[in-house]
């Protein structure tokens, strides 16, 4: 069985980091992408990150610069570094496999899900 569990998320003031994970269990994810999704209360679900499995990365205009990506292959989990938080980062973070190996912002082209992290950034 697929699993996706995500970790890392919490309260924290604007300014502050935090890092997420995810660990992805019931099969190897090295030769696909992992994505990086985000849902705030009442809004749409919105691509926020994506990586491929050479490395390639591909962030939204509203994280790049702030937010970082990386992989390890070897334990089948992604990272997301988040710097520089603002408030409207605030949202269920979720992370996501497409069995493919071009990024897509799509989320409809994602095969598998996690439950997701709340990350509240609030003074």
């Known amino acids: 069985q697929v699993q996706l569990v995500e970790s890392g998320g919490q309260l924290v003031q604007p300014g502050g980091s935090l890092k997420l994970s995810c660990a992805a269990s019931?099969?190897?994810?090295?030769?696909?992408?992992m994505g990086w999704f985000r849902q705030a209360p009442g809004k749409e679900r919105d691509f926020v990150a994506a990586?491929?499995?050479?490395?390639?990365?591909y962030y939204s205009d509203s994280v790049q610069g702030r937010f970082t990506l990386s992989r390890d292959n070897a334990k089948n989990t992604a990272y997301l570094q988040m710097n520089s938080l603002k408030p409207e980062d605030t949202a269920v973070y979720l992370c996501?496999?497409?069995?493919?190996?071009?990024?897509?912002?799509?989320?409809?082209?994602?095969?598998?899900w996690g439950q997701g992290t709340q990350v509240t950034v609030s003074s």
């Open positions: 996501a496999v497409r069995l493919g190996s071009e990024i897509h912002s799509d989320e409809t082209q994602y095969n598998y």
């Open positions: 019931g099969r190897t994810f090295s030769p696909y992408v």
């Open positions: 990586i491929s499995a050479s490395g390639g990365q």
